[in-house]
């Protein structure tokens, strides 16, 4: 849009000429975004005099790149996106969100989320399941973006060739440590440690070493062989040293008013190329608060 000036007056005025329906937030916001030009030169101020029989222009609202799209996207649909392509889509989970649903089939999940988020790049996108994350817990997770993705990938978590690193915040004076358990679920979904290996008990095996610690807390590198529900928390807590914020599992405390454990990296093959890649999720830095190095 272009109009010749017949009459002195500030820029806002004229665009408030050009635009009367317009509010004055969006005629500024457009001159912020250097959509106003005068005799061809961008101006940004709104108090900018135009003389006579200069000639202002509206420039059309820029076309946003692929990239920038997806990233509107992904804030519209809350999404903490740390890499994506044409087979996965990688994302960092907040705590107090379900991964998926449950057989309740609840709505509000991090896959729906993404499912909503490829759908509005692609009408027939989707994303699939590769592994779950507890609610409590926050961090890094893999989805796949079509079926012979989510094969491979399933496949390797069940092979266990995806490496997995945590960090938890521990109650008490925690030291290196390994522990194989043998787990099973009750009917309220609690789980528990078997004493002896059955049918219904599932492998569990973690292992992790002290990051930082002081009398009240220590900060763990956790690692994990088997991805089961709780793994490291029961594992934790029967070493003596509960997550902090877990009270399901015996902790006494919640310093930072939920359960401290956070998935930092995911290690695998990309099933497009079978090359290893490494994704990674900072964990909250207040955690550190009061720890020293051992």
């Known amino acids: 849009m272009r109009v010749t000036v017949s009459e002195e007056g500030t820029l806002l005025e004229h665009l408030k000429k050009m635009q009367p329906s317009t509010s004055n937030n969006v005629l500024r916001k457009m001159l912020t975004s250097q959509r106003i030009q005068v005799d061809e030169s961008v101006i940004h101020r709104a108090k900018h005099i135009v003389q006579v029989g200069q000639i202002i222009e509206i420039l059309p609202r820029p076309k946003l790149t692929i990239e920038e799209k997806q990233e509107v996207s992904a804030k519209e649909h809350d999404l903490d996106i740390i890499h994506e392509d044409e087979h996965i889509l990688v994302v960092s989970k907040p705590a107090g969100l379900l991964s998926v649903a449950t057989d309740k089939l609840e709505h509000y999940t991090l896959h729906n989320r993404c499912v909503e988020y490829c759908k509005t790049n692609d009408s027939q996108g989707w994303c699939f399941i590769v592994h779950r994350l507890d609610k409590a817990t926050s961090g890094i997770m893999v989805f796949a973006k079509n079926e012979n993705s989510k094969r491979y990938l399933q496949e390797q978590f069940a092979e266990r060739q995806v490496h997995r690193d945590y960090v938890a915040l521990v109650e008490g004076l ?104 490494r994704f990674e999720s900072e964990y909250d830095v207040a955690w550190n608060h009061g720890l020293k190095n051992p």
Do not use: Y
């Not at 015996?250 to 939920?258: D, P, Q, V």
């Open 174 to 277: 925690a030291e290196d440590g390994r522990a194989t358990h043998h787990l099973v679920e009750d009917k309220t979904l609690r789980v528990h440690i078997s004493e002896v290996k059955t049918k219904e008990s599932k492998l569990a095996v973690t292992s992790w070493q002290v990051m930082k610690s002081n009398d009240i807390a220590t900060l763990l590198h956790v690692l994990i062989e088997t991805g089961r529900r709780h793994q490291i928390r029961v594992a934790l807590a029967d070493h003596g040293t509960p997550v902090v914020g877990d009270r399901m599992h015996g902790a006494e405390t919640n310093l930072h008013g939920r359960i401290c454990l956070h998935a930092t990296a995911l290690e695998f093959l990309h099933p497009f190329d079978d090359e290893p890649v």
